[in-house]
DNA sequence: GCACTCTTGAAAGATATTTTCGGCTCGGTG
DNA sequence: CACCGAGCCGAAAATATCTTTCAAGAGTGC
């Protein structure tokens, strides 16, 4: 294998470059020069536009390139390149911080994704696959699965019911806490009741959660507080983590992530438990889509 | 500064090339496919050389590097020269698995995790931080904003409307592909209208972007797909980027933790903007939901 | 089955790189 | 001081590489 991408770093370039000086003439020292102390600038040039930038010619810039070890310029220059990107690559970009009024919009999005990053693993480390596995089974034998959630909490519970309608599974979504009370009113023993809150306090949803509770029914809970009181009406207890939040990030935000890959865990767990009937339904709900994209 | 050497990774590079694959055709899919799997290699290549080892031509090597972003083959082979460099040094750790129908759940778990704060860091760095700057300034001077997704895009555009609302500006959210279209023929000039659709294609979200457009409204567009048919009607394009699916594990998925991304920025950014209003309007929705909370 | 669009590679055209070659400088010498 | 020769240097020719064009072929919808 060619030796292009060696192990040579910006120092060790400019290293040759001063090993090699004394047996470079005038013109071409200016090019060595002007290599090893901007790999990456030189990198975007062409042998024409090196050559100018030195004063010198296409024909001094080659035999640099030569006398450096590479068989010409193009394989000088993708060395040069190889360098660049290493250099850039070693300075760590360090997101620290929250996110500040006049952060220009490229830290803005560093620093959410990184957030949003760090929110995954916290939830991951923290579910517990005890607990997430009882729900799995309950869900995946359930009659009919209901699940209540307001406000963000509430799309989080239209995501998880689209899922598993995808699946050929009865699933329905209450944002409204009358109809959620009215309908939990229907669940009985075999069916599931799901609660998502962050808070763990939101009566709209502990209320409906209570009664299927009562009824029988099997009860989950998705909080970020699990004293909350959503708790005590729940049969099982997944618990989402929350990111410190700051004047501009509502915890919303951080707890919304956490809530979906709590979800997205559930439904991935029913999906393996009913495969035999999951796959063709997926498969058949992407058919049944396809007309509607031109 | 040319931008040759962004943040590209290998795996940022292999996320380009899955996003883009569905405006890709057969034989330039297999020279995106070589130059994903092999960076290093394929730098050490000529455009005829690497016409050869894909059974193509040189011109759609060139074709493909264009739509991989670069402006011709010379710069992807520089962009992958670095790469190579990279890759060389940091030794990617690369936890690729697919999730299996008789995974242990703790697996799933982590699994999922892991693909979504991938799709999170392909997301970030794929992110036209210019474009998202537009879209913010619209949205921040915006009379009013209208979001426009079905399906599981819908929950996306419900979540971006419910933080506008908290911070005070009038935003509406619309899954009813007919009272879009209502909606969308009353929006003038100093409007905004958002479609947010992962295939580009759905003429549900499409159809009332156009009809905005077409009334000098400023639309911005949340696909995945940057060459799609919804392009055409948007100012703005944001672009979200995609996991690879497994048959388990459907594309909404990762694609939802994409956009939510997005969102949020596009929001925080507006956020930035607004402080002003947005700061006290923040709070005082706190305080009035308070006491939904015991 | 036909017309149409989209895809594709061959070859022409444009650019970049390498080589050639003669002028030039500079140090030494008569 | 004039002359000579060795080696440096760059202009331009030669070659390699990259890009564009174009027409034939594959695929697709009607």
Do not use: W
């Amino acid at each position: 294998m060619k030796e292009i991408f060696g192990g040579a770093t910006a120092s060790a370039l400019a290293a040759k470059v001063r090993t090699l000086a004394p047996s470079m003439t005038r013109s071409m020292h200016r090019v060595a020069e002007a290599v090893a102390s901007d790999p990456a600038g030189c990198a975007a040039l062409t042998v024409t536009a090196l050559a100018e930038r030195t004063g010198t010619s296409e024909a001094t810039v080659v035999r640099t390139a030569r006398l450096l070890g590479y068989p010409g310029y193009r394989d000088l220059r993708l060395a040069l390149a190889g360098l660049a990107a290493q250099q850039q690559s070693g300075r760590a970009p360090a997101i620290t911080t929250d996110i500040a009024v006049d952060d220009p919009l490229a830290d803005v999005v560093a620093k959410l994704a990184h957030d949003e990053q760090q929110t995954l693993a916290d939830t991951a480390a923290a579910l517990d696959t005890a607990q997430l596995g009882a729900a799995v089974d309950a869900v995946a034998g359930a009659r009919r699965t209901d699940v209540y959630g307001v406000g963000a909490s509430g799309l989080v519970a239209q995501d998880l019911v689209q899922k598993l309608l995808r699946i050929g599974l009865m699933a329905h979504a209450h944002s409204d806490p009358h109809l959620a009370v009215t309908n939990a009113v229907q669940l009985r023993a075999g069916d599931v009741a799901i609660a998502i809150t962050h808070s763990g306090s939101t009566g709209d949803v502990i209320e409906p959660l209570r009664v299927a509770f009562e009824r029988g029914t099997t009860t989950v809970a998705i909080t970020g507080r699990p004293g909350g009181a959503v708790t005590q009406y729940a049969d099982h207890v997944l618990t989402t983590s929350t990111a410190r939040e700051s004047e501009l990030r509502p915890a919303a935000m951080s707890s919304r992530t956490s809530q979906l890959l709590v979800v997205d865990c559930l439904f991935m767990g029913v999906a393996q438990r009913t495969y035999e009937t999951a796959a063709p339904s997926l498969a058949a709900s992407y058919e049944a889509l396809a007309h509607r994209h031109r």
